[in-house]
């Protein structure tokens, strides 16, 4: 199995520039989990899915931030507009239904 | 509410030497608990996980944890440390679904010659 599959692996935009953040989860996998990691605050959960409809979405910063889950193979986390602030490394994961969470290597994310 | 404390931002070893690495946690049920490794520039690996079985667990590398209830402890260690397992290291607590994951602030491992 390829992982949990995460595009682009680096991103550098502009500030009010619309970031696009994809994901593919392990087939099979009914949960899938957007992360952000910051020096500042470590890793943050900014929202989950089961069976793709989304569960908690509590950590999700502000309405700049949206995720989506079409299906069970595809993640979308979209911050429109960007900031500087939104600067960080983005991880996804995904897991079986309540077993052990398998991370992606992470978007990196730079704004400008 | 869980949460978790990594006791050390910053652990420095020889060679050859022990690791230890300090979780403690706080759960208001049984928990689920992991440790993680993040190689610069690269993804969350999981190096073991603890889903109230037998309280020592051993995970890949070498590495191994053990469950204290009563201490409210997760600590990390390897008998001899090596080189490649410089790396910043992730105590992680969980509810019984593991959808609720509580991070620590991590531990960087440095391993010096």
């Known amino acids: 199995d390829a992982g949990v599959i995460q595009s682009p692996r680096h991103e550098v935009t502009e500030m009010g520039q619309e970031v696009t953040l994809r994901c593919k989860p392990i087939?099979?996998?009914?949960?899938l989990f957007w992360y952000r990691q910051t020096m500042m605050r470590g890793l943050e959960l900014l929202i989950y899915?089961?069976?793709?409809?989304?569960?908690?979405d509590s950590g999700m910063p502000e309405d700049r931030f949206s995720a989506k889950m079409p299906n069970a193979s595809f993640s979308t986390l979209k911050i429109q507009p960007s900031e500087p602030r939104d600067s960080a490394v983005y991880f996804c994961a995904s897991s079986p239904a309540w077993k052990t969470q398998y991370f992606g290597p992470g978007t990196r994310l730079l704004v400008l | 509410a869980q949460s978790v404390t990594q006791l050390d931002s910053h652990v420095s070893v020889s060679e050859g030497t022990p690791v230890l690495l300090r979780c403690n946690y706080s759960?208001?049920?049984?928990?689920?608990l992991f440790w993680y490794v993040q190689h610069p520039n690269k993804g969350l690996q999981l190096l073991l996980k603890y889903t109230s079985a037998a309280t020592l667990v051993k995970g890949i590398n070498g590495f191994e944890a053990e469950f204290k209830k009563s201490e409210t402890s997760f600590h990390l260690t390897k008998p001899s440390a090596h080189m490649s397992d410089a790396a910043e290291y992730f105590c992680v607590v969980s509810d019984r679904n593991n959808n609720d994951m509580r991070f620590g602030a991590g531990t960087r491992l440095t391993v010096k010659p």
């Open positions: 759960s208001s049920y049984s928990p689920s």
């Open positions: 899915f089961n069976n793709n409809v989304p569960i908690d």
């Open positions: 087939s099979g996998h009914n949960s």
